[in-house]
């Protein structure tokens, strides 16, 4: 497991059970998170990995899973990072 993935799911354990959470699995879809989380999750990911997350990127595919929030990362780092 990569380093972010596994931070990603440390700030899920503080809401719920991660231990039965596969990498993909659809975290809106099971009803883990609600609209009051997806925003914590947007202003921990902006501040713990120091991205800019604008109105463009909020689509639920970005963030449905473990493993797209990790490429969400990936991909923003990278953008910044040609900048």
């Known amino acids: 497991m ?4 596994a931070r990603i ?3 899920f354990s503080r809401f719920f059970r991660t231990d039965a959470l ?8 099971s009803g ?5 989380l997806a925003v914590q999750l947007i202003a921990w990911l902006e501040r713990d990995f120091s ?5 463009e990127d909020l689509q639920l595919s970005n963030f449905s ?11 923003k780092q990278e953008t ?4």
């Open 2 to 5: 990569s380093d972010n993935k």
């Open 9 to 11: 799911r440390d700030f």
């Open 22 to 29: 596969g990498d993909g699995d659809d975290i809106f879809a």
């Open 32 to 36: 883990q998170v609600n609209s009051l």
């Open 51 to 55: 991205i800019a997350i604008g109105d």
């Open 65 to 75: 899973s473990v493993n797209a929030i990790e490429a969400f990362i990936s991909r």
């Open 80 to 83: 910044s990072a040609t900048v």
